[in-house]
């Protein structure tokens, strides 16, 4: 079990490091929401089933919808 | 140097992070308010979710403002954006057959699963906010296969203002029956039943449908707007 804990973190670091790394803003939101579905799994195995739900629905869904659309009225390329 | 500075301030807030979490235990009860929660829980509140006794009964109050919170962003949201203008042809593009069919198939289900997880609140994980926001995706589905239909923000407008009322209003209703503000002073009614633990249910139906119409109206103030 810590194993798969220890991957889901790791996974969530390279993610994160990513997300500040990435120039096409549409990669780093994608990159962004997967910190936040690893999040959920996190959660989920740490019997926080609540804040699995609210992070997967919330976290990986509608914030990653609404950074696309505001990226999609912006600009795509950070300078 | 920006950056040596940077790195340094980073460095510098990790570790006061590490040197907090390592005083506290992890998984262990320490805190007396955690226990009496975890014991009483069920008995004071009815609600089978310990997460949603404390949510709604113990800590009703910050909910309130939680709620507050978000509608006061959906509100700076919609201002920001507020233009009478449509948005042009060139994002009223219907998405492709496949979208289109699967997400009409989709849609009453991402509903009901939505209404579904905020009515258990007070029995199975989840509640308002997580309903609120599945009800919410499943709108958003819609508007990607159909961004011409996006409904208009007067209808959410109405769903969320009703919730928000309903809400403070039994509140109240606790006050005016003596037990205090959003307390409960309902019969708490046969554990893990549908309709038991008192106001928690109604309470998380508004939370739901007002979270739902909120994050709904956002979207679509995002995409209907140029």
Redo the contacts between chains.
């Keep these: 079990m810590i194993i798969i804990q220890a991957v889901l973190i790791l996974v969530m670091l390279v993610a994160a490091v990513a997300t500040s790394i990435f120039r096409d803003l549409i990669s780093a939101v994608v990159t962004c929401a997967a910190v936040s579905l690893f999040a959920s799994f996190l959660f989920y195995l740490l019997d926080a089933?609540?804040v699995?739900?609210?992070e997967a629905?919330?976290g990986a869904?509608?914030t990653t919808?609404?950074f696309v659309?505001?990226v999609r009225?912006t600009r795509r390329l950070e300078e | 140097m920006r950056k040596v500075l940077a790195l340094l301030l980073v460095l510098a807030v990790g570790a006061g992070f590490c040197a907090v979490l390592a005083e506290i235990p992890f998984g262990e009860d320490k805190v007396d308010v955690a226990n009496h929660y975890v014991n009483n829980g069920l008995k004071e509140t009815g609600a089978a979710n310990i997460v949603t006794s404390v949510v709604v009964t113990y800590r009703g109050f910050d909910t309130l403002g939680e709620v507050t919170i978000l509608f006061i962003a959906a509100i700076g949201l919609g201002a920001v954006l507020f233009s009478e203008k449509k948005a042009g042809d060139k994002e009223k593009e219907e998405a492709s057959l496949i979208v289109r069919t699967g997400s009409k198939l989709l849609f009453p289900f991402i509903i009901l699963f939505g209404a579904y997880i905020f009515m258990h609140g007070h029995l199975t994980p989840g509640g308002g906010f997580q309903g609120g926001a599945v009800i919410a995706s499943g709108f958003l589905l819609m508007y990607l296969a159909w961004p011409a239909r996006v409904a208009g923000r007067k209808r959410f407008s109405v769903v969320e203002s009703l919730a928000g009322l309903a809400f403070v209003a039994v509140g109240i209703l606790g006050i005016i029956y003596g037990a205090g503000f959003l307390a409960n002073f309902l019969p708490l009614g046969t554990r893990y039943a549908l309709l038991s633990a008192g106001v928690i249910p109604i309470i998380y139906v508004a939370i739901g449908l007002k979270v739902g119409a909120e994050f709904a109206g956002m979207v679509g103030d995002l995409m209907g707007r140029e």
């Design positions: 089933p609540d699995a739900m609210a629905a919330i869904g509608l919808a609404i659309l505001a009225k």
